[in-house]
């Protein structure tokens, strides 16, 4: 089945540490996004990148980097400068041409700082 | 910068009621506006938004666009406990999709 894949469910990190959260979509979408969502709060885009080897920063992308060096694939890194990293992480994709651009989320991987 | 506002944060409404979400947006590059119903975890797609004046229904939801006054509204009449959710308006700006702050909506028996 198509779709995206978010791994893992849950995480535990160590203050200090650096982590890195999966995201795999085999729905030849261009667009790929990683958002955080804190409790009550909306999504807050991280980074989100277009085409392969090419990404932009979101609103909140400090602390956070990425890399997209194939279509399907786009990691998250979540590093010791991320001050407040417990939270839930969501991964979309979208395609960029054509009618239906809605995005498409993972499950979501909860992250806690212990 | 690029921003979207969605209003009220939250309500709190009776079985029954009628219930109209808010949605204003600044966006460089426009090309459509999504709305999605997040319950637990995954955000899951409502209706994508691409023409002024044009509503698009599902069921008891329906939705319409400005695209002069840059706003959309979600209305969904006729309330069930089941549409309790946080709702989540997104504007597509060609690959860069930014989501406003959401509205949670608690229906009550």
């Known amino acids: 089945d198509g779709g995206i894949t978010q791994s893992p469910k849950y995480l535990f990190r160590k203050e200090g540490q650096n982590v890195t959260l999966s995201c795999e979509q085999n729905?030849?979408?261009?667009?790929m996004y990683w958002y955080r969502q804190d409790p009550g709060q909306g999504l807050r885009l991280i980074y989100y990148?277009?085409?392969?080897?090419?990404?932009q920063k979101g609103d909140i992308a400090e602390g956070y980097s990425v890399s997209r060096e194939k279509k399907e694939s786009f990691p998250l890194t979540v590093t010791s400068a991320q001050k407040n990293p417990t939270a839930f992480y969501l991964c979309?994709?979208?395609?960029?041409?054509?009618?239906?651009?809605?995005?498409?989320f993972g499950q979501g991987t909860r992250l806690t700082v212990v | 910068e690029d921003k979207v506002v969605q209003s009220p944060l939250s309500l709190v409404v009776h079985e029954g009621d009628t219930v109209t979400l808010n949605c204003s947006y600044e966006?460089?590059?426009?090309?459509?506006l999504l709305w999605y119903k997040q319950e637990k975890k995954a955000p899951t797609f409502l209706f994508m938004l691409?023409?002024?004046?044009i509503e698009k229904k599902s069921g008891r939801l329906s939705s319409i666009l400005d695209k002069k006054e840059l706003f959309s509204i979600l209305n969904i009449t006729a309330t069930q406990t089941g549409d309790s959710a946080v709702y989540l308006c997104?504007?597509?700006?060609?690959?860069?999709?930014?989501f406003g702050a959401g509205t949670q909506v608690v229906v009550t028996p």
């Open positions: 997104a504007v597509d700006g060609w690959g860069k999709l930014q």
């Open positions: 729905l030849n979408h261009d667009a």
């Open positions: 979309a994709s979208s395609i960029l041409a054509g009618g239906n651009t809605e995005a498409f």
């Open positions: 966006v460089t590059n426009f090309r459509s």
């Open positions: 990148s277009q085409i392969v080897n090419d990404f």
């Open positions: 691409t023409s002024s004046g």
